[in-house]
């Protein structure tokens, strides 16, 4: 008698395991799709053409054990596949979303989870299974190139708005895959450098994220980076992937690669990284070669392949799901319209010149304007259906913006554009579109603008992406054109009485400290997606209200941030930006390692320690109203603290106020920061003289630093000071908080570096 064929159930896995052949199980471990995509799969390396063109990669299916292939698309702002496909007139745009940067300058959890829950359908409806983020890397410098697809310069943050975005996408049905597992923090040589970076500063700043995500939301994946921590690559790091995230953590999940990090097969299974990411043949062969010499136990392959399986029964493509490949586009275009303005940074507004009448005569400067940047270059891009820039939206307010500028500006465009259309290309859609350079503007021109209308608005943009950071000049400082014209528009207009206004479009930080005296109001749009120009001309009118507020320090030169002295590119001989490392044990600093000599002082850390002056400090951001701070209460608990505090709005106008909640520690023991943030909460639309009370959880855990002479996290007994601040400078009121005894939570003595710090 015939022994019927197992098929992958959800309560089978282990007998599906045994069933598997030792090809099967090598299969199973390498990515699906084992070539690079068409062009008209949008040259996606890993393009799943025969289900979802422009998706990043698969898993592979088997189909005699019912295993089904899995779909893997790109992220962080919304979902990245391609928009068109061959002998198909349907589009499959996605809806463009405000970059990370911008989410998590909502500091509104609830806002950041409903995001997901968008761009999770987008990924059910589109037949994907796992999207590929969020990312959660730490802005350890303003030159990162993938900044804006990343939170903040603070852990706690950067964990929060994660496990947020986790939750909503996961509600739908599908898995996120956090990343990038980890310290990776530059994108030069990321394929090959080798990240130095203490015990301490590696568990309190680079993994504390991961680890409040991994806790909180359950993320379905983690995608290791391609850079080394203290030596091994990450994919490649028992320590990292099995010790700390699955013995400490409790993750249940796969680790995946990220793309073409091509390591030692057998290392990584060893290392507990279950799939290699897009796939190669070789690859497959590998591993067979290896379990078969005896060089990678079978055991360990084993171990890897069950987890595959348990993740893929809790797919849509495990349920057989008949997706529709028709989202509510129109219904998330109104959620990214709304998230964009809520996590806008009013940076400066004297005078209350924002918001403006939409009676308003409006002479619009800057080439950004005309062309809108909605997001960041490379795997965070996605291919919407349109952009609104600034004009649309300044238009659809109801402002009269000068016809002539406008038309010089257009023509102008034109003209650039042609010659770029004209050059070499770019490399398709991994370096996305090019950023015009600026346009000089005559004072002759400025000066009748003056005459003709009643404020100035100026847009300054900015991109970056992956595969490369930025440069200082001319990018994270002003271009000589763009500080003439700002020079040249003030000097105008205020001659004339009239206020003008600086927006920002842009994913990351820049020197403001010399310029921004001169406008009368700065407001920081980030890339606020598809609706931004109706995004910004909201605000700007007061249709909608700035509650943003930063997540990250703006210094006031670049210099400034310790991080400096070790980031590749503010170094005089500046690191090529390599694919690898083939120099053996010739190492060579700011090209193959990268010295994290900071430590846990990272952004604010450091600046409030040191009480070193900055532009805008973490946390910061203006509001068209006021609010008062009541005396807070702080309890003690059996786990830590509980935290309250009323807000009143004193003001005249609507508005929502996030409340930080800082803590500075008893003196003596480990160093610590001056104050650390341990807790935040934002109030709902508060009404002209309404209040809410805003309750905040701080657990010892959470107040606890990593000792590395003990191996243990330590919650030290003595007296705290538990700040609620509008800022990280602006603390409103204090409470103390005691605790009695020290507390103490072991941890594995791993991860240490392999050269002196």
């Known amino acids: ?14 007998e599906v395991l045994k069933a598997m052949t030792l090809e099967e199980k090598a299969m199973l471990v390498v990515g699906g799709n084992r070539q690079i995509a068409s062009a008209g799969d949008n040259g996606m390396i890993g393009s799943h053409a025969q289900r979802v063109p422009g998706a990043a990669g698969a898993t592979q299916a088997i189909p005699r054990l019912g295993i089904p292939s899995t779909v893997l698309t790109d992220g962080p702002a919304g979902v990245r596949i391609s928009p068109r496909r ?39 409806e589109y037949g994907c299974d796992v999207l ?28 929060k708005i994660a496990a947020a975005y986790v939750r909503g996408i996961q509600s739908q049905g ?58 091994p690559f990450t994919q490649e790091n028992g320590e990292l992937l099995t010790t700390i995230l699955r013995d400490e953590w409790g993750f249940d999940g796969i680790v995946m690669t990220d793309w073409t990090g091509l390591r030692n097969t057998a290392a990584q299974i060893q290392a507990g990284n279950d799939l290699m990411e897009p796939g190669n043949e070789s690859q497959i062969k590998d591993i067979i070669d290896k379990v078969k010499s005896g060089a990678l136990k079978e055991a360990d392959l084993d171990i890897c392949v069950k987890r595959i399986l348990q993740y893929l029964v809790k797919t849509p493509a495990f349920r057989a799901y008949k997706y529709s490949n028709k989202p509510d586009l129109k219904a998330h275009a109104e959620v990214t319209r709304q998230c964009a303005t809520e996590g806008m940074v009013l940076l400066k507004n004297e005078g209350q010149t924002l918001p403006m009448s939409n009676s308003k005569t409006v002479s619009v400067f800057g080439i950004t304007s005309y062309d809108f940047i909605a997001g960041g270059t490379g795997s965070g891009d996605v291919n919407k259906a349109y952009t609104i820039d600034m004009m649309q939206g300044l238009t659809e307010a109801g402002l009269k913006v000068n016809a002539k500028l406008a038309n010089l500006y257009q023509s102008y465009k034109n003209y650039q554009e042609s010659i770029t259309a004209a050059g070499p290309a770019r490399g398709g859609w991994f370096w996305g579109k090019a950023v015009l350079p600026e346009m000089a503007v005559s004072r002759n021109i400025i000066n009748v603008q003056a ?17 490369a950071d930025r440069q200082e000049e001319g990018d994270f400082t002003l271009t000589d054109v763009e500080r003439q014209l700002i020079t040249d528009v003030c000097n105008a207009f205020h001659l004339a009485n009239k206020p003008v206004v600086v927006v920002l479009n842009m994913g990351n930080v820049i020197e403001t400290a010399s310029w921004k005296a001169m406008p009368d109001a700065i407001l920081l749009a980030w890339q606020p997606g598809q609706e931004g120009g109706y995004s910004v001309a909201d605000v700007l009118t007061g249709k909608a209200y700035p509650s943003g507020k930063l997540t990250m320090t703006w210094p006031n030169n670049l210099i400034d941030l310790p991080s400096s002295a070790s980031f590749p590119n503010v170094r005089p001989a500046a690191a090529p930006r ?70 009143t709005n004193t003001g005249k106008r609507a508005g929502k106020e996030v409340v930080e909640l800082y803590v500075s520690a008893p003196a003596g023991g480990l160093e610590k920061p001056a104050r650390e943030l341990k807790a935040f909460a934002k109030t709902r639309e508060l009404q002209p003289g309404q209040s809410e009370t805003l309750t905040m959880q701080v657990s010892l855990y959470d107040l606890a630093s990593y000792n590395e002479a003990t191996q243990a996290w330590e919650t030290a007994a003595g007296k705290y000071t538990i700040g609620f601040g509008a800022n990280v400078e602006d603390i409103r009121v204090t409470a103390p908080y005691s605790l009695s005894k020290q507390q103490t939570v072991k941890c594995h003595d791993v991860m240490k570096p392999n050269m002196p710090l």
């Open 174 to 231: 599908v898995g996120t895959s956090v990343k990038h597992f980890a310290g990776n923090s530059q994108e030069t040589n990321r394929m090959g450098v080798d990240e130095i970076i203490s015990q301490r500063a590696l568990r309190e700043i680079y993994l504390k994220g991961f680890e409040i995500a991994v806790r909180e939301a359950a993320p379905w994946t983690v995608m290791s980076s391609y850079n080394r921590i203290n030596g």
């Open 1 to 14: 008698m015939l022994t019927a064929q197992v098929k992958l159930q959800t309560n089978n896995v282990d």
């Open 86 to 124: 061959n002998n198909d007139q349907n589009t499959y745009f996605c809806t463009g979303f405000p970059v990370g940067t911008a989410l998590a300058c909502t500091w509104n959890t609830q806002l950041v989870e409903e995001v997901g829950k968008c761009i999770g359908n987008e990924v059910l």
């Open 451 to 467: 005459q003709e209308s009643d404020v100035a608005i100026i847009t300054l943009g900015r991109q970056a992406g992956e595969g």
């Open 578 to 647: 390599m694919r690898g490392n083939n120099r053996g044990n010739n190492k060579v600093e700011f090209q193959d390692y990268t010295k994290h000599t900071e430590g846990i002082n990272v952004g604010y850390r450091y600046f409030t320690t040191t009480q070193a002056s900055v532009s805008y400090p973490f946390g910061f951001g203006l509001s068209y109203t006021s609010f008062a701070y009541s005396k807070p209460v702080v309890k003690a608990t059996k786990d830590g603290l509980t935290a309250s505090i009323t807000i």
């Open 132 to 159: 590929l983020a969020p990312g959660m890397n730490i802005h350890r410098s303003p030159l990162c190139g993938r900044n804006f697809e990343y939170y903040s310069e603070d852990p706690y943050v950067t964990g």
